[in-house]
């Protein structure tokens, strides 16, 4: 079983339109909240690849709406690793309410650089301990 990680998340007001449901745009918010949750869950942090003047820029984004998320519906984000090949990561996250029904499915792709010069890097060689726990999410063993 692939881990994932079960995130609340609070809709408000200002994130929805004049229908009334949540602006497309902010389920990529609710993507990112996803993923830092998922890997404070592992016990890593975002910031110790910023102290190495490293940082973790979208490569590619696909979201499929399945059902409206409105104003106070209860919902969550769970987020896990749907590919990882040393270099690239792939999360995959759905949005789902209190029933456990999908209204939103989707993923991005990421890969890690430096901060200055946005030269690519390999999360194997630069983050050996997020390389290894990457890989024991992928086998279920988190």
């Known amino acids: 079983m692939t881990h994932i990680v079960k995130s609340p998340i609070e809709v408000r007001y200002q994130e929805t339109d004049q229908m009334g449901v949540v602006y497309h ?3 990529l918010v609710w ?8 890997i404070e869950d592992l016990g890593l942090s975002y910031i110790e690849m910023e102290q190495n003047n490293v940082v973790s820029p979208v490569l590619d984004a696909q979201i499929s709406f399945k059902h ?5 519906d209860k919902v969550f984000v769970e987020t896990w ?10 999360y995959g996250y759905r949005i789902v309410n209190d029933k456990d029904e999908v ?11 430096k901060k200055d010069s946005f030269r690519p890097l ?10 290894e726990l990457y890989l024991t ?6």
């Open 103 to 113: 209204k939103v499915s989707g993923r991005t792709k990421h890969v890690i650089v």
């Open 122 to 131: 390999s999360l194997r060689r630069s983050f050996p301990k997020w390389h």
């Open 137 to 142: 999410c992928l086998e279920g063993e988190k």
């Open 68 to 72: 409206p998320v409105k104003y106070g």
């Open 81 to 90: 690793i749907e590919e990882y090949d040393g270099l690239r990561t792939m």
């Open 25 to 27: 745009a902010n389920y």
């Open 31 to 38: 993507f990112e909240i996803g993923r830092t949750k998922f």
